[in-house]
């Protein structure tokens, strides 16, 4: 027997009957989410150019993608991440198009994430991507809608909010290598404190890294903004804290209380991130299921230089969520099986397609015997056998 004949590639699985149809109602309230705002959906391939992820702030290295080449021996990667596909569409087919480009999408993502960790290495993401559109009023709209794709299927969320500039220019202020840099972002992001001190310990000791040691733990609700501005002394940094004071307070009249939060240790290891930077977690999933932001600079390197925002929905999260849920939907059980006696396969088969389409959940039976059938219906508790013939 060959050795991988019987299981499934790492990080990915087989999904049955629940999960499939858990997982299409999940899609279909983001998608109603989506449209309702006025959002189209797009697709893109599965397979691109490696040149597409290998920007300077594309964020992804080589060694987490799965790769490939195409019979010209150019290399190729299975898509890591779909908003830079789709940016790449905005600056080429949809370049004429008037703006702002409200886009959305429904596919996988892959992933080579190390082996042991117990990550998948396809998820299934939906989510939107605003393209043409700055300023507060289209940072509301992506916060608002990622805000209603989780209200639509769940009741227990956070969002965490925060803003790249904040980091970023308290980093630039240290004059550190992009390696040092990079290790600072690591830790914060992991709010492994003491790696972070580790590394802060070695520099020149002033407010900035003071700033910035205290920034994973800078953590709640409009207090924590108060506090940063009387940390930091950049005026970029300063002009990123008051307005995301002002989106703060904006979004509290949603009265969604303490569900949405301020973070300043969101530091994304997507580099492409330009102003806000969000995520959202859901109780029972230890990851983000949910992450974006601004990306106002990507949209340069396709030569089509405007303001974009926009997130991803990791679906498969929540529907393990959902399935955990007792009232989650289960495979339907057939109340008609429709057996046919020699000769009047056809019949049966008509007659099945009569009852569907008087909407009835019928089947018809693939057994040779109606006894085989009346075996087949107990077991699976299937409430009526229609014989046809009789």
Do not use: W
Not at 21 to 35: A, L, M, P
């Amino acid at each position: 027997m060959r050795k991988n004949l019987m299981i499934t590639p790492e990080g990915t699985k087989d999904y049955l009957f629940e999960e499939c149809i858990t997982s299409c109602d999940v899609q279909e309230k983001i998608k109603n989410c989506f449209v309702n705002r006025g959002y189209s959906k797009v697709d893109t391939p599965c397979i691109e150019f490696y040149d597409l992820f290998s920007l300077e702030d594309s964020g992804y290295p080589q060694e987490a993608m799965f790769k490939t080449t195409d019979n010209k021996g150019r290399l190729m990667v299975m898509r890591p991440d779909s908003t830079l596909p789709i940016a790449r569409m905005a600056a080429t087919r949809l370049k004429n198009y008037d703006l702002p480009l409200r886009l959305y999408y429904g596919q996988s993502v892959y992933r080579n994430n190390p082996t042991l960790r117990g990550r998948s290495n396809e998820i299934m993401q939906m989510g939107v991507e605003l393209i043409g559109a700055t300023g507060k009023r289209a940072d509301l709209e992506i916060l608002t809608t990622a805000i209603d794709c989780l209200s639509a299927n769940v009741d227990d969320f956070r969002i965490e909010i925060g803003h790249a500039d904040v980091f970023n220019a308290l980093v630039k202020r240290l004059n550190v290598t992009a390696e040092t840099a990079e290790a600072i972002r690591v830790s914060i992001e992991s709010k492994n404190y003491s790696a972070l001190n580790t590394i802060l310990d070695k520099l020149p000791q002033s407010s900035d890294v003071e700033a910035i040691r205290k920034l994973p733990r800078l953590f709640g609700g409009v207090e924590v903004i108060d506090e940063a501005l009387n940390l930091c002394n950049d005026e970029k940094a300063v002009k990123a804290l008051n307005y995301l004071k002002e989106l703060f307070e904006d979004l509290s009249k949603l009265n969604l209380g303490d569900k949405i939060i301020i973070d300043l240790g969101i530091v994304q290891q997507t580099n492409y991130y330009s102003g806000i930077v969000f995520t959202a977690f859901v109780n029972g999933i230890g990851d983000e299921v949910i992450s974006g932001g601004r990306y106002d600079k990507l949209m340069e390197n396709f030569d089509f230089p405007t303001g974009a925002a926009g997130f991803a929905v990791n679906v498969d999260d929540l529907v393990e969520i959902k399935l955990k849920d007792s009232n989650k939907d289960e495979a339907p059980i057939p109340e008609i099986l429709v057996c046919a006696k020699d000769g009047f396969e056809i019949t049966a088969i008509e007659k099945t397609k009569e009852l569907v389409n008087q909407g009835k959940n019928a089947v018809f039976s693939v057994f040779e015997t109606i006894e085989e059938a009346k075996q087949y219906a107990d077991k699976t508790r299937v409430k009526e056998l229609l014989v046809v013939g009789e």
